[in-house]
């Protein structure tokens, strides 16, 4: 406990949708947990403060900040939240993100619409967010963590799925701004990284049904789905002084999907 002491964080996409544990939810619990004060970031302000009062009553210290984070101007008001607040920033999850949604995403498939829509929601928002941050950051003094979420869909080519072209784009766009976000302010001490997420199960993939869920589990070298949890720890580490010689870096927590692959029987 209290590797985060001392350090302020914002997560976006902070609650989950649904019931469970999402990884904008854990992120936020265990950062609190070591210590961090977190700025809980959603579109839904209600969701928001009940995680807020959950945080609470593990002594932890947060708040529920309303924004829809693709909008300049709340992305502005969030910066200006966490400094009236709590007076520094030391930690930003770019956490909100989202898939397509009806039918086929193959190249052949997207619509305008679907392209724009996921630009603005994957990488835009990461991008809008860290601009706000890094000014944060550079005052609060002692450098920083940006950490972006991404998928293996941004990493490698799955075959056999109903495509995933936008979305995949989009993803791995994110791990270009890591880089060039990385490189940017590496002699500043504002380190930036990416968690690349595997078959991990969260509220916002449990809607599509239990064969959904183990066509997921199959594909993973350990034959294990992870959880939200899994994602949270990546991001504890990522944030801590424990990785301060840490940019750059994508970091798969996948059970071994984007690194390992089956031999032909």
């Known amino acids: 406990m209290g590797r985060l002491d001392g350090k302020v964080a914002i997560v976006t996409g902070a609650a989950a949708r649904g019931e469970g544990i999402g990884n904008g939810t854990a992120m936020a619990i265990l950062m609190a947990r070591e210590g961090a004060k977190v700025l809980l970031v959603n579109r839904s302000a209600e969701r928001a403060e009940k995680l807020a009062v959950d945080i609470a009553s593990e002594g932890g210290e947060a708040s529920a900040f309303a924004a829809d ?149 199959a594909m993973v070298p350990m034959q294990t789905e992870g959880t939200g949890w899994d994602i949270g720890w990546a991001a504890v580490y990522l944030a801590s002084d424990e990785a301060k010689w840490v940019t750059g870096v994508m970091l798969p927590v996948d059970g071994g999907l984007c690194a390992l692959r089956a031999w032909p029987r």
């Open 69 to 217: 984070v693709t909008d300049t101007e709340d992305v502005a008001a969030m910066g200006r939240a966490v400094q009236e607040r709590y007076g520094r920033l030391d930690i930003l999850c770019n956490n909100v993100g989202a898939g397509a949604s009806g039918g086929p995403n193959r190249v052949e498939d997207v619509s305008d619409e679907t392209w724009d829509d996921l630009v603005n929601v994957n990488i835009t928002t990461a991008m809008k967010c860290s601009r706000v941050a890094v000014p944060l950051m550079r005052e609060s003094g002692g450098g920083g963590s940006i950490i972006n979420v991404s998928s293996v869909a941004g990493a490698v080519g799955l075959m056999g799925s109903p495509g995933a072209a936008a979305y995949a784009s989009m993803k791995a766009a994110t791990h270009g701004l890591t880089l060039s976000t990385a490189a940017d302010y590496a002699t500043e001490g504002i380190r930036c990284n990416c968690i690349i997420i595997g078959s991990v199960s969260t509220p916002l993939v449990a809607h599509y049904g239990e064969e959904y869920r183990q066509r997921r589990i």
